[in-house]
Each structure stands twice: as C-alpha cells, then as structure tokens.
C-alpha cells in the first residue's frame, strides 16, 4: 500500500512525491487542481493499513472538513476500491461481524477501518481537545488557513502506539493551496519537514477540458500566480484592489433604463459610513454609475435618500439587492433586518429580488473584483464612473494588513465602499467555485 504505483493511475511527480516522502512532516503546496487532496487521501489510506494505527484527518473547521475534504477523501478512496460501510465506517460504531473493538475514546467522530486501524476527524479549530491523544500520522487540508498553535500541537502528539512497536516512522502531511503570507510554510522548512511544490498543469490530464483556461478569465493575475501555478507571493502590505487603474475609471452615468444592482454595506456608526452603490449592465459590461456614502447614516435614511434619486431621474430598470450578508440579521433592538427594510421600500421595482450569499473568505471575495478590474487574460468587465470619488479612494488605498488576509481598516473610512463593490462581485462572479479534482 505504500507503493502509489499499485494502482492504475498516473500521478504527478508532486503528488508521488508528497505519498511517498520519508520526512516526518510533509508540506504540499500546490495550485487548485493540482490533485492535493487525492494525495491527501491516499496518504491516510496508506498510514492506516498499518493494524491499530490511530491518525486524524483535519481541515481548518469542522464545516470545512465535511463540507470539502472529507467527501474528496471518500471519492478518492472509491476510485482505489475501498466501499463505505463495507471497508470503513463513518460516525458509527464498527459492527460486531467485523470482530474488531470500537476506538476507546470513541465520540463520533471517528473512521473506522475494517481491519481495525482508526482516523479522528475533526477540525483543527478544536485542536486543544486532542492534547492527550497519541498519533501515528496528521493528515491536514488548507494549512494556510489553520488555527495558530494547531501545527504545533499536532507535533507533539506523535507518539502513537502502533508505529511505536514496530518501530516505524511517524508522519504529517499537510496540503494548501498558498498561503498569503508565505512565512507560514517557509519558517516551518527545516531537516524535518520537506516542502513539495506543484502548480495545477502538472495534473490537468485529469482537470475538466479548457479548466484551466477558463481560470485566466476568472482571475487576476497575482491570484492566478498563487492559485493556479501555485506560486508563492506575500500580501502583507500591499495593495488590496491591485488589478484597478486609471483605465477602469470612465465617464458612466446612471441609466435610468438599464439593469441595476443595488449594493451594500452596512457599517453604519458615527465613524464608519453607509455604504450604497448602483451598479448596471449596460451591454456586456457592468459598471459603478452611482454611489451613496453617508456617515451618521442608517438603512431607513440611505433607503429614503436613494428612493428619492430614483423618483427624480425617473428609473424604471430591473432592481437586484445584494451586499453584505449580516444584512439578514434582526439586531435585539430592531424589529427588522436591514435586508427587510430595504425590501419595504425597493419591492415594487421590476424583478426585484435579494442575491446575496455569506462570504466565507475576504481574500476570495477581494479576488472576485480584482478579476472583473482586469483578468489574467487581460479583459477589463469592470467600470467606475468618475463621479464615485469615495469608492475611487478606497480602491486605490484599501490595502492588506501584514498578515495578508484581512483588510486594513485602521482608518475608519476605509474598505466600505470598496467592500459594497466587492460583494457585488462574490455574488456574480465568485473566484471560489472550484471542482473536486481526484487524481
């Protein structure tokens, strides 16, 4: 089971690499689509073949890991020939035919391997609950995204039963796409761990046709570098909306008769401004023809002040909503959501209706705009009438903090218009939609 080249399937020289790597800990930073997560998976099916072995498979969350890695580990051990419930178990005790015992600390979250090995499978945002286990091997998803302190710990729980009598080696394998910051995996190189590189053209025999192509057209060309040729590069500091110049700042005026999106961005206090900005299809481009920033301001008052704007220019468009997804929340002391609100006042428009979704990621929902400003394959979707000043500032000054994942909102001016444009963009052309890739 150790030999990858027991099955009829081609790997990449990363992946083999990442399988089949005898440090103790491994680091596979690869681009998506760069066949991770089969690694992944085969690398718990090795280390479990060892009878009585106890390993855990993590991702940063729970919801993470069974929303996303833990079906990819199950497709991936269907293509090599394993059945649920016949060779493992999720989330039940082993039955009796089996003749193995159940995981002593069992608690649900355990796989259950037939021939009696077990795999904890949880997230790493829980990793202080696993002080006291004793592990054989890790095995962990998007370690960018991991909790500080959760790398560490698992380090010190090598020390499991089973690879101590027979004297084997322990392991740790953890796959990510890069991280923004890239001191992440470079403080961690060392005589222990091996850091592998892959970038997504060395699998894209097994990638949908035209995948990757179509990626040029999805982002930037900083997130292409890092996402697909898995490059790694620091944002620490640098320019969030880095793909917006001089050349996506035109004279666009609002189109009383064009398809609008209505976007927004909540930060109303008596220092963060409302944020409301229009933005219209006009042909087959999208464009920012209006917006409206208000301090002292709240979702009543900026509904009343765009309402207006609407009755004097005489807009009879389709209406869209969308914007900041904790819009949907009720706070103890309203009697209704901001989303509600603005549906009192907006609901008679043609076609009116919400499209908002949570964002799960800032830097996803950064890269979705950075791509409509201007694509790897240098196409430009994305305007700013040269009336809209604010949102103008904020782009061009909204940066990174140094951690390279969030924004530096120290100013309290900062990142709302940009924010309002930006969850415009999450919400039609996502940069997170990614296939599940098995070889």
Same mark, same amino acid.
């Given at each position: @089971?150790?030999?990858?080249?027991?099955?009829?399937?081609?790997? $990449?020289?990363?992946?083999?690499?990442?399988?089949?790597?005898?440090?103790?800990?491994?680091?596979?930073?690869?681009?998506?689509? /760069?066949?991770? /997560?089969?690694?992944?998976?085969?690398?718990?099916?090795?280390?479990?073949?060892?009878?009585?072995?106890?390993?855990?498979?993590?991702?940063?969350?729970?919801?993470?890991?069974?929303?996303?890695?833990?079906?990819?580990?199950?497709?991936?051990?269907?293509?090599?020939?394993?059945?649920?419930?016949?060779?493992?178990?999720? &989330? %039940?005790?082993?039955?009796?035919?089996?003749?193995?015992?159940?995981?002593?600390?069992?608690?649900?979250?355990?796989?259950?391997?037939?021939?009696?090995?077990?795999?904890? +499978? *949880?997230?790493?945002?829980?990793?202080?609950?696993?002080?006291?286990?004793?592990?054989?091997?890790?095995?962990?998803?998007?370690?960018?995204?991991?909790?500080?302190?959760?790398?560490?710990?698992?380090?010190?729980?090598?020390?499991?039963?089973?690879?101590?009598?027979?004297?084997?080696?322990?392991? @740790?394998?953890?796959?990510?796409?890069?991280?923004?910051?890239?001191? %992440?995996?470079?403080?961690?190189?060392?005589?222990?761990?091996?850091?592998?590189? &892959?970038?997504?053209?060395?699998?894209?025999?097994?990638?949908?046709?035209?995948?990757?192509?179509?990626?040029?057209? /999805?982002?930037?060309?900083?997130?292409?570098?890092?996402?697909?040729?898995?490059?790694?590069?620091?944002?620490?500091?640098?320019?969030?909306?880095?793909?917006?110049?001089?050349?996506?700042?035109?004279? @666009?005026?609002?189109?009383?008769?064009?398809?609008?999106?209505?976007?927004?961005?909540?930060?109303?206090?008596?220092?963060?401004?409302?944020? =409301?900005?229009?933005?219209?299809?006009?042909?087959?481009?999208?464009?920012?023809?209006?917006?409206?920033?208000?301090?002292?301001?709240? $979702? *009543?008052?900026?509904?009343?002040? +765009?309402?207006?704007?609407?009755?004097?220019?005489?807009?009879?468009?389709?209406?869209?909503?969308?914007?900041?997804?904790?819009?949907?929340?009720?706070?103890?002391?309203?009697?209704?959501?901001?989303?509600?609100?603005?549906?009192?006042?907006?609901?008679?428009?043609?076609?009116?209706?919400?499209?908002?979704?949570?964002?799960?990621?800032?830097?996803?929902?950064?890269?979705?705009?950075?791509?409509?400003?201007?694509?790897?394959?240098?196409?430009?979707?994305?305007? +700013? *009438?040269?009336?809209?000043?604010?949102?103008?500032?904020?782009?061009?000054? $909204?940066?990174?903090?140094?951690?390279?994942?969030?924004?530096?909102? $120290?100013?309290?001016?900062? =990142?709302?218009?940009?924010?309002?444009?930006?969850?415009?963009?999450?919400?039609?052309?996502?940069?997170?939609? %990614?296939?599940?890739?098995?070889?």
């Amino acid at each position: @089971m150790n030999n990858p080249n027991e099955y009829d399937i081609e790997y $990449t020289d990363s992946q083999f690499d990442a399988i089949t790597s005898t440090s103790p800990e491994c680091i596979f930073v690869g681009g998506i689509g /760069s066949g991770k /997560s089969f690694a992944l998976g085969q690398f718990v099916l090795n280390e479990a073949c060892l009878v009585g072995s106890l390993g855990i498979l993590t991702a940063p969350t729970s919801g993470t890991l069974n929303l996303s890695t833990l079906p990819a580990c199950k497709k991936i051990w269907s293509k090599l020939g394993l059945v649920q419930d016949i060779d493992y178990i999720i &989330g %039940k005790r082993p039955p009796k035919n089996w003749g193995i015992k159940p995981y002593s600390e069992y608690n649900g979250n355990v796989l259950t391997w037939a021939w009696g090995s077990y795999t904890i +499978v *949880d997230g790493s945002d829980t990793y202080d609950a696993h002080r006291g286990t004793e592990l054989d091997y890790v095995a962990g998803d998007e370690f960018r995204d991991f909790k500080d302190g959760a790398y560490e710990m698992f380090q010190g729980r090598m020390r499991g039963e089973a690879k101590k009598a027979i004297g084997g080696d322990y392991r @740790m394998l953890f796959v990510t796409t890069p991280p923004d910051n890239p001191n %992440k995996v470079q403080d961690l190189i060392s005589e222990r761990v091996q850091v592998i590189y &892959g970038n997504s053209f060395e699998n894209q025999h097994n990638l949908p046709p035209g995948y990757l192509v179509g990626l040029k057209h /999805s982002y930037d060309e900083i997130t292409y570098r890092r996402e697909v040729l898995g490059e790694l590069i620091y944002s620490g500091g640098s320019a969030a909306y880095h793909a917006f110049s001089d050349q996506n700042i035109v004279s @666009m005026p609002f189109m009383p008769n064009a398809p609008t999106v209505m976007a927004w961005d909540f930060n109303a206090s008596a220092k963060k401004p409302m944020s =409301t900005g229009l933005i219209q299809q006009i042909g087959s481009k999208w464009y920012l023809t209006k917006e409206f920033i208000n301090k002292n301001s709240n $979702t *009543d008052e900026q509904c009343q002040v +765009v309402l207006e704007f609407f009755k004097n220019v005489g807009f009879n468009g389709t209406l869209v909503v969308t914007g900041d997804y904790s819009g949907f929340r009720k706070e103890s002391n309203a009697t209704r959501s901001d989303y509600a609100i603005i549906e009192l006042y907006f609901k008679h428009y043609p076609s009116f209706r919400n499209q908002t979704r949570p964002t799960l990621s800032i830097r996803d929902r950064v890269s979705s705009l950075n791509a409509q400003f201007c694509n790897m394959a240098g196409e430009r979707n994305f305007y +700013v *009438d040269s009336s809209c000043k604010k949102t103008i500032e904020d782009l061009q000054k $909204t940066r990174y903090k140094e951690n390279g994942t969030t924004l530096d909102d $120290t100013d309290p001016e900062r =990142t709302h218009p940009s924010d309002m444009v930006s969850y415009w963009a999450y919400n039609w052309y996502p940069s997170d939609r %990614k296939p599940i890739v098995y070889g």
